[in-house]
């Protein structure tokens, strides 16, 4: 998985690589896999399914998964032994089905992606993974099938899950013009609660310095769901999951904090239509976020939808199929 910063640093792509072979052990042909270079040298894997022959093609859909997951996991549904190689009936699947070319990718350190000094979940600047995003976007416009219209002239939206929605919210801040549409669920733009958990609260005051010493070192914890365990052993059976995901390191804890901070205060910023979806009983992302979101961005075309019969894992949980439908109908309704 994650090697070390190449010593000569490989030019970023400017097209996806596609491979020959499925390298991603829960891939059962439905995804054409991929690389691409970053601009910082990494080789990241992407994934994508195209519309099956004969659908109207009517947009380009990419998705970014959350903290210690992977595309495959993020974005497929689980077997019997608990293990994410499902596509049909996932929302990749509603998506492609809707008439979607639908893009993902493991982010640096995950996955099958390289990372910084080879080690897994290690982040060491939040907006390297915004860059990343911004990248692949315009990638994926390159690679997106087309009917009778060029891929240019399709919409573009994104979706991002727990960090992944923080990814996307940040890209979107960066450039407003990349998307017609966000789709956030869960979204990380706060991160207060956790914080305050009492086996977190004595690393913010020193966490700067914790950062600088030791990076790599795995000092934040994430409490498991006590709502929905059978996620811990869907977690446990992905091989390319982290294997310490109930910690965050000292770097990429950091990196996330100081997102959140900002975010929270520019929400106005955000002028791309969007969804974001979020349940009162999350413990790891702030739900009153959401709420932040949407009352103080400038948008009018947003929408704010409470699952509070969920958690955080909003496409893995009782209730995905309810928050799958609502999406393609939002996305369906805006291309």
């Known amino acids: ?98 008439g979607y070319h639908v893009f993902t990718y493991d982010q640096q350190a995950h996955g099958l992606s390289d990372g910084l000094l080879g080690s897994k ?11 990343d995003l911004k990248q692949f976007a315009t990638l994926a416009r390159s690679a997106a099938v087309t009917s009778s219209v060029q891929s240019e002239s399709l919409p ?6 727990s960090m992944g929605g923080g990814v996307v919210f940040r890209a979107a801040q960066l450039d407003s013009s990349l998307f017609a549409g966000l789709v956030l669920l869960a979204p990380m ?31 934040i914890y994430l409490p498991p769901s006590d709502k929905f365990p059978h996620l811990r052993a869907e977690f446990k059976a992905d091989p390319l999951i982290d294997p310490q995901s109930s910690w965050v390191r000292a770097r990429t804890a950091m990196e996330m904090l100081s997102f959140c901070e900002s975010a929270i205060k520019s929400c106005k910023q955000i002028c791309t ?7 009162q009983d999350d413990t790891l992302v702030d739900p009153d976020s959401s709420e932040t979101l949407y009352r103080e961005s400038d948008v009018t075309d947003k929408e704010f939808m409470r699952v509070d019969h969920m958690w955080h894992a ?14 393609v109908q939002w996305v369906q309704a805006r291309s």
């Open 121 to 131: 979940s290690y982040v060491e600047r939040f907006d390297h993974l915004a860059s």
């Open 314 to 327: 909003l496409l893995q949980e009782p209730g995905a199929e309810e928050v799958a439908t609502k999406i």
């Open 273 to 279: 239509p969007f969804l974001t979806l979020h349940s």
């Open 1 to 98: 998985m994650a090697a070390p910063m190449p010593s000569k640093a490989l030019d970023a792509s400017t097209q996806l690589e596609f491979c020959e072979t499925h390298e991603h052990p829960h891939n059962r042909g439905y995804w054409r896999e991929s690389v691409f270079i970053n601009a910082q040298g990494l080789k990241l894997h992407a994934y994508d399914v195209a519309p099956p022959t004969g659908t109207q093609v009517r947009g380009t859909m990419i998705m970014v998964h959350g903290l210690h997951s992977n595309g495959m996991f993020e974005f497929m549904t689980a077997d019997s032994e608990c293990k994410h190689t499902i596509f049909e009936g996932s929302l990749a699947d509603k998506l492609s089905k809707s």
């Open 189 to 219: 733009l706060s991160v207060e609660k956790l914080a305050a958990n009492p086996a977190n609260r004595v690393f913010k005051p020193i966490g700067s310095f914790i950062s600088r010493l030791l990076p790599r070192a795995r000092v």
């Open 156 to 161: 573009m939206f994104a979706l991002g899950e």
